[in-house]
């Protein structure tokens, strides 16, 4: 079990709800992280006194620092800050809840220092999926999901004693705002309808790639590399209720399945306390009062991001960064009505037909593959 944390995106969603869980059980922060948000980081070091706390910008920093000259905690900043924060030696695991690629090199930087790993930040996996799983093998660290998908498919695996008796990995979705909707009935969707996720409170970009679909396109890929299963292997299920976090099939067509009411809480609790379980503050499951449970096909001509994913695993190389890169940034677009919802799919796409891919050798084809994605979207828009 996790002794000492070092959290990365501290102030996010999943940030926040670790330092909850974090508190409940006694462990001790070593490291907060944040962009820009310094009220809430504030808070937390009073609370949590980690030893370092990072910004992403030497502006915020600066604040920060004038802010706690009161306390212990020493300030850093920018990319070379995070990898302090993933490295610290006083810590035994790195959450990593920062959103979007940002957090790849962080990733590899507490892998390299033997950092367990509890991983929420998904498009780091999508992005640099090989490197990640190389160095955590070569380093002997263990890369714990937090995601409430993949902690399901961990959870279901706990009794599976034979790799070979497996047979199909299956991602429930919730479907989003917009299930049942026809391609054209999303032309003039807003971002405040687009940012009403009907059963989980989560941060911006992972609400609107619910969606748009692209999180379970983002989820495919991530579950592909921490379980090291065939895509063909893996299927996406619309399931409305998120009761089932996801299932696994066997090959005696046995069918695995993991419940729970939709909290994070539990998927972070069980990557920080694993093997053990301890009580969580979550609502209880009571089935009687969920009365029915619900599945569909999704959609993949309405949701062309989740296409588009599956096209990005079947060319390879650094195709799904390129992806995962342009959706970030027509996202970013999208939350400031710089461009409209269905925008976003059709940009991942064209990504995918315009630009080079190549194979995946090192860090740096990886940010390459991420630069030229985001260059192409603003030159695009
Ligand atoms: P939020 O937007 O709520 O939080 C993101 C965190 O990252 C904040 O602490 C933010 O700081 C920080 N951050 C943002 N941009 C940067 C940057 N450029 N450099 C450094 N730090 C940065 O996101 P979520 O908590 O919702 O999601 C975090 C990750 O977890 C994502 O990858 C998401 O896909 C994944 N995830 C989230 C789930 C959820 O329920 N929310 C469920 C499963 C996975 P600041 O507050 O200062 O902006």
Known sequence: ???????????????????????????????????????????????????????????????????????????????????????????????????????????????????????ANKETLVAGGSLVMQSAKENGVKIYPVDSEHSAIFQCLQGCHDKKSLKKLILTASGGPFFGRSYDSLKDVTVEQALKHPNWSMGAKITIDSATMMNKGLEIIEAKWLFDVDVENIEAVVHRESIIHSMIEYTDNSVIAQMGVPDMKIPIQYALTYPERYPCDVGVLDLTQVGKLTFYKPDYETFKCLKACKRAIAIGGTATAVANGANEEAVKYFLNKKIGFLDIGEIVSDALDNIKITEISSLDDILSADKNARQYVIERI
């Open 1 to 119: 079990m996790t002794k000492n944390l070092s959290v990365l995106g501290s102030t996010g969603s999943i940030g926040t709800q670790t330092l909850d869980v974090c508190e409940k059980l006694g462990i001790r922060i070593s490291a907060l992280t944040a962009n820009r948000n310094v009220d809430t980081i504030e808070t937390q070091i009073r609370k949590f006194k980690p030893e370092l706390a990072v910004m992403a910008d030497e502006n915020s920093a600066k604040e920060l620092k004038i802010r706690i000259a009161d306390t212990d905690t020493r300030v850093s900043y920018g990319m070379s800050g995070l990898c302090e924060a993933a490295s610290i030696k006083s810590a035994d695991t790195v959450l990593t809840a920062v959103v979007g690629m940002v957090g790849l090199k962080p990733t590899l930087t507490a892998i390299s220092a033997k950092k367990n790993i509890a991983l």
